[in-house]
């Protein structure tokens, strides 16, 4: 039996599961993070419904790499370098990001009024904060309305994607060199 080539290995599918499964998760708590928020009382705190979810959503994203390492190594039982873990799992943040923002563009599409009720919502939350001065509440609100509204653009939502894939590509190579550690077969010298 002959060597197996690592550079022949191909990790592609692994990193296509793992991106659409964590990436639908990501979509999903993004949508009823922005639905609590939506129908919930303002409250006037600063960490609402909407950004735990959003935190828990990066939290749980994190893992896709790992995911998808532990698939490839499933599949590929062959010693794994850690660097090639490290593409998977950065691969795997790309895939995750490019599918939540699919998502996110079909179900603006399912509920146009979606976003414009997320801003209304977060603006009341701003507008119930007792501890800011009220010039500040202003620039908050103003900001909040510019950044939803630049999300509307073309450019807006290019600009969130790479963000958000270079937030879960990172995160997510670090998860990918983890699960080499955790999952791969070890080289003998």
Same mark, same amino acid.
């Given at each position: 039996?002959?060597? /197996? ?7 592609w599918?692994?990193v296509?599961v793992?991106? &659409? ?6 979509f999903?708590?993004n @949508?009823?993070g922005?639905? *609590?928020t939506?129908?919930?009382?303002a409250?006037?705190? *600063?960490?609402?419904?909407n *950004?735990i ?11 896709g790499? !790992? &995911?998808?390492?532990?698939? /490839?190594?499933?599949?590929h039982?062959?010693? !794994?370098?850690? %660097?090639t873990g490290? @593409?998977?799992? *950065?691969?795997? %943040?790309?895939?995750i990001a490019l599918a939540?923002?699919? !998502?996110?563009?079909i179900w603006?599409?399912i509920d146009?009024a979606?976003?414009?009720? +997320?801003? $209304?919502?977060t603006?009341?939350n701003?507008?119930?904060m007792? $501890? @800011?001065?009220e ?5 908050m609100?103003?900001?909040v #309305? #510019? $950044? ?6 073309a450019?807006?939502m290019?600009? #969130?994607?790479?963000t958000?894939a270079?937030?879960?590509? @990172?995160?997510n190579?670090?998860t990918?060199m +983890? ?11």
């Open positions: 039996m002959e060597p /197996h080539n690592r550079s022949e290995t191909n990790y599918n692994s296509a793992a991106g &659409l499964i964590f990436g639908l998760v990501i999903a708590i @949508i009823v922005g639905y *609590m939506i129908n919930s009382e409250t006037g705190t *600063m960490f609402g419904e *950004m979810m959003g935190l828990v959503g990066c939290l749980i994203a994190s893992f790499g !790992l &995911l998808a390492v532990k698939m /490839h190594v499933r599949d039982p062959e010693p !794994l370098l850690i %660097g490290a @593409i998977i799992g *950065m691969a795997t %943040g790309a895939v939540s923002t699919v !998502l996110g563009l603006n599409g146009p979606f976003s414009d009720n +997320l801003m $209304q919502a603006i009341a701003i507008e119930a007792d $501890q @800011i001065p010039g500040q509440k202003e620039e609100i103003d900001s #309305a #510019a $950044q939803m509204q630049r999300l509307q653009t450019a807006g290019l600009i #969130a994607f790479v958000s270079l937030l879960y590509g @990172i995160l190579m670090l990918g +983890l699960g080499v550690r955790l999952f791969a077969a070890r080289e003998e010298a």
